[in-house]
């Protein structure tokens, strides 16, 4: 293998590399090569780890689109925040408490010490902002600004309208990148086949940098338009993308991913997935809500548990009311499942394992609660083989 050759190689790592996006858990991505058929999915478990896992969005031109949202990585009731139940240490500040607020990087500090991780600087800073907000109220007015909150989290009205304006707007940065790519890994090596590298690399360096540094320029002024608070953050990636081919040709997925993170992965979801991919997740988000799988009480510190709690409630009214308008039953997405064979007596709330025991705890959701299960029906059909769990 020459050496242009295993350069290539390594580009093509480097440039793979680039088309994943990390995700953290709770996260949910939708992706799509053309803008329709969007292919929503959670991070790969199997890319990942505890705290997060990596999407692939579309390698090859047109390079496709990518958009990521999550919910609050924090409770919030009227009277404080409180991290997620699951965190270790678990952690709970009043908003009477509260003297200083400050994003660094994707972190949320509190009083100076870090309270909570975004999913880019971009939502640390927009959060920043409203809880600022938040803090200057009286305990009173926050409770109908929290819902406000939350309900934005669910309109999809202005979902509809960031994701039409960028849209339209990216349109000459997604055209440059598409060229990068075709002239990176189509023309170039052509041309250093044909003539020789000795011959032909002023040129090409030329146009390597010509496409690179319009393209950083272009992304620039976006980011701006789209990010006017992320000062740190533009300047970033202005460099980087000015200096690295293969993280410019990915421009349009660093422009795009922080476009939707405010917004509850279920209202993304009700714009761009299909049906029965929306249903899916609408079912999956009211089990994991309606059964969580952490009691705050257990924590060691259950002063959290009432923030949590109140949080919690609120984000379930909010869900099930924007379910309805959209007409589906939240009753319905929680019904019990169909027994898989005659040994299944209970299966979980949650993840929805059968098991052939008839009351206890999931083992899998540490705290959820078993729910009996009703003799199916379909009782002729079993298969041969006992397929719940034992315990």
Not at 122 to 147: C, H, N, W
Not at 324 to 330: F, M, T
Not at 360 to 383: A, E, M, N, Y
Request: with cysteine.
């Amino acid at each position: 293998m020459s050496e242009i050759e295993i350069l290539y190689l390594v580009l093509a790592v480097v440039y793979l590399w680039e088309c994943a996006c990390w995700s953290p858990r709770g996260a949910f991505a939708f992706t799509s090569w053309f803008g329709t058929n969007w292919r929503g999915r959670h991070p790969a478990a199997w890319f990942g780890n505890q705290k997060g896992g990596f999407v692939l969005g579309p390698p090859l031109p047109p390079l496709g689109h990518m958009l990521v949202s999550y919910p609050l990585p924090f409770s919030i009731s009227p009277e404080g925040l409180a991290t997620s139940p699951g965190e270790v240490p678990p952690a709970i500040v009043r908003f009477d408490n509260i003297q200083t607020l400050k994003a660094k990087g994707k972190k949320l500090l509190i009083n100076g010490s870090p309270f909570a991780i975004f999913a880019s600087p971009t939502s640390a800073l927009r959060f920043l902002s409203r809880l600022e907000q938040l803090r200057r109220l009286p305990p009173k007015g926050r409770e109908g600004e929290v819902r406000k909150l939350l309900q934005q989290a669910f309109n999809t009205h202005t979902i509809k309208k960031r994701w039409r304006h960028f849209d339209l707007s990216t349109r000459t940065l997604r055209t440059l990148a598409n060229f990068l790519f075709w002239f990176l890994f189509l023309f170039c090596p052509v041309v250093i086949w044909r003539f020789g590298l000795r011959l032909s690399w002023p040129g090409l360096v030329a146009g390597l940098v010509g496409l690179t540094a319009s393209i950083a320029f272009v992304a620039r002024s976006l980011h701006r338009r789209f990010y006017p608070a992320a000062t740190e953050e533009r300047f970033n990636l202005f460099i980087i993308l000015l200096l690295a081919p293969a993280s410019a040709i990915r421009a349009c997925d660093a422009l795009s991913r922080p476009l939707l993170e405010e917004f509850h992965p279920l209202a993304v979801a009700r714009l761009l997935s299909k049906g029965d991919d929306f249903h899916e997740l609408a079912a999956q988000s009211l089990r994991e809500l309606k059964y969580p799988d952490f009691a705050p009480a257990q924590s060691g510190n259950a002063a959290i548990a009432p923030c949590a709690g109140q949080f919690q409630r609120l984000l379930l009214e909010i869900m099930e009311d924007f379910l309805k308008r959209n007409g589906i039953s939240a009753q319905a997405l929680l019904a019990a499942p169909e027994p898989l064979d005659a040994t299944c007596l209970s299966y979980c709330p949650r993840c929805l394992s059968q098991f052939t025991q008839a009351q206890g705890h999931c083992p899998d959701c540490r705290t959820v609660q078993l729910i009996s299960l009703r003799p199916s029906p379909r009782s002729g059909k079993l298969p041969a083989q006992p397929a719940c769990k034992t315990g």
